[in-house]
């Protein structure tokens, strides 16, 4: 149900690229957090939901990150893939490009890591790859804030 | 433009064919023929944006400079003599005045400047019909042209009357229509000039075939090869392309920290766990938010070969068998508390634990008072707050009885002391 909830969230806070502002991350994640919360915090295995938090990083993560980036788009489309909708968009997408020969094992590492790496260019992955990073250590930076702060106010006296 | 109406002189004299059109720019009434149709050819069809108003072949540049352009609108010449004759002349002893003279006619198109090279500009008028050839061949001449405007020029190569475009790549001033057996020892002439052009490898087509397929032309930008440095357009490709990889190499080594490795495959390792790392993290704040005791246990088991590995819940079903990888981060932590305080509590935070005093461990526990951890390690998990790690830890507490893991409020504790 909640993610239903994470496109609304994205498509309301739809901005077209802010690149890297961190508040706008954290209010998604936020409200995409609530909405986790919201599903029930008994109903689901404690696992299911730590699941559901990660996916809800992601997310919004890929999100905020904007819709140019191929990275961004290829991990939405795993997130969403997820549900298993049946209908697939009939839309043809080109998606492997250059079949890659794999021959450097840490570049196939690395293309295993960033999302969308499958079908990039070397070029074009060292780009992907840092730009994932950047905004990867953002959410990170983020998500520690978050749970910084939840621990502080839950601390004992 | 004396000393070049000298050279167009000396020029003509190789070929009598030149000697017509020498005095003035329309030269016979063969010529005129020519004119119009270059005109009606080239002007319509617009040369717009590689060349603006300075298309070699416009009415503009008659009127500027006759002279030039009876160089330039040469006779019908046959034969690629006439072009390697004119290029040695030019080439060598090309004067300054020359040189602003060729360039007057294609100053658009090369964003070299006068007098940059003796070669250059005559060179400039080759690239200009070898990018007809490109056309079609597409890589020949690649990387003839320096300047990134090349990819305007090309589309208007294309369209003019191939005769037209075959004489301009054969001769780089005429745009006389050539057998086009020309050509192929026409090639190698262009190409043996200095490297300077950048010239391609003499490619069999002829530029004809090339401009009339009207191939597309890559869009890639032309960097021009230094003189000396290999010409071949692939390898100027190869160039580039390493270039670009180098650039992003350094992007990320400004990103990923402890980035100080030279060697690229190094830094690639980096790279990778660092990102690896960053998904972990991710993953364990997850987890930890929850406070899933009972999800950390998979992580704990993936991990295990992780430096450190994660804090073990002590939870129900916890696998009793991760001793060494607590001791391992134990060892870690200690190591870091010794160095640095705030890197070690970053270091726990970032598992999801906690330091906290003793007594407040023991207290804990007691409380909770289910002994599932093994003898020998009171590690909790920290879900919710504890107390604020104080710089006042003390010793591990090695409690086998009253072990203690859940927490009242649904989330594991982690204290952790060295």
């Not at chain 1, 950047?134 to 839950?154: F, P, W």
Request: glycine share 12%; aromatic share 4%.
């Amino acid at each position: 149900m909640y993610r239903r909830s994470f496109k609304d969230t994205k498509s309301s806070l739809g901005s077209p690229n802010p690149n890297f502002s961190k508040p706008m991350v954290a209010l998604r994640f936020l409200r995409a957090l609530s909405l986790v919360r919201c599903s029930g915090p008994g109903a689901r295995s404690p696992s299911y939901r730590a699941r559901g938090i990660r996916r809800a990083a992601y997310a919004c993560m890929a999100a905020s990150a904007g819709p140019r980036r191929a990275w961004s788009r290829a991990l939405l489309r795993k997130i969403r893939r997820r549900p298993g909708r049946g209908l697939r968009r009939p839309r043809a997408v080109i998606r492997r490009r250059r079949p890659v020969g794999g021959g450097d094992p840490l570049e196939v590492a690395l293309r295993r890591l960033v999302p969308g790496g499958g079908c990039m260019e070397y070029c074009r992955l060292l780009e992907e790859a840092a730009d994932y990073v950047k905004c990867l250590a953002m959410q990170v930076r983020l998500m520690q804030t978050i749970v910084d702060s939840a621990s502080h106010v839950n601390s004992i006296d | 433009m004396q000393p070049s109406s000298e050279e167009m002189e000396g020029m003509a004299s190789s070929h009598p064919a030149l000697q017509l059109e020498l005095p003035n720019g329309s030269g016979g009434a063969g010529h005129d023929d020519f004119f119009e149709q270059m005109m009606s050819g080239f002007a319509p069809t617009a040369w717009p944006l590689g060349l603006g108003n300075r298309s070699i072949l416009g009415p503009k540049s008659l009127e500027e400079s006759p002279d030039g352009e009876g160089l330039n609108y040469a006779a019908p010449y046959d034969g690629s003599s006439l072009l390697a004759s004119r290029l040695r002349m030019h080439h060598p002893g090309a004067s300054p005045a020359d040189s602003s003279m060729l360039l007057q006619i294609g100053e658009q198109m090369l964003l070299h400047p006068p007098g940059a090279a003796s070669g250059g500009e005559p060179g400039g008028f080759l690239r200009l019909p070898l990018s007809l050839g490109n056309g079609g061949s597409g890589v020949s001449t690649s990387g003839v042209f320096g300047d990134r405007s090349r990819g305007d020029v090309d589309p208007p190569f294309e369209s003019p009357n191939p005769t037209e475009a075959e004489a301009l790549y054969n001769d780089g001033f005429s745009t006389g229509s050539l057998p086009r057996a020309a050509p192929a020892p026409l090639h190698q002439q262009v190409l043996q000039h200095p490297q300077n052009y950048g010239a391609a490898t003499p490619t069999g087509q002829a530029p004809a075939s090339g401009a009339a397929g009207g191939g597309t032309a890559p869009p890639k930008p032309r960097v021009r090869a230094r003189r000396g440095q290999a010409t071949d357009p692939h390898s100027i490709a190869e160039r580039l392309r390493r270039e670009r990889i180098a650039e992003r190499m350094k992007a990320l080594q400004e990103l990923v920290p402890n980035g100080n490795k030279t060697d690229k495959a190094s830094m690639l390792d980096e790279i990778i766990d660092y990102v690896k790392f960053l998904q972990l993290q991710v993953k364990v704040l997850s987890m930890s938010r929850l406070g899933g005791a009972a999800a950390v246990a998979p992580l704990v088991a993936d991990r295990s070969s992780e430096s450190g590995g994660v804090g073990r819940s002590g939870g129900a079903g916890t696998p009793g068998s991760n001793n060494e990888s607590l001791t391992a981060a134990e060892h870690q932590v200690a190591k870091l508390l010794e160095e640095d305080m705030g890197s070690a509590m970053q270091y726990l935070q970032g598992k999801g634990l906690c330091l906290m005093p003793i007594s407040l461990a023991s207290a804990i526990s007691s409380a909770t008072c289910r002994p599932q951890l093994p003898p020998g390690l009171n590690l909790r998990h920290s879900a919710a707050g504890d107390a604020p790690p104080s710089p006042s830890m003390s010793v591990l507490t090695v409690q086998s009885s009253n072990v203690g893991s859940a927490d009242p409020d649904g989330g594991k504790d982690g204290g952790y002391a060295p």
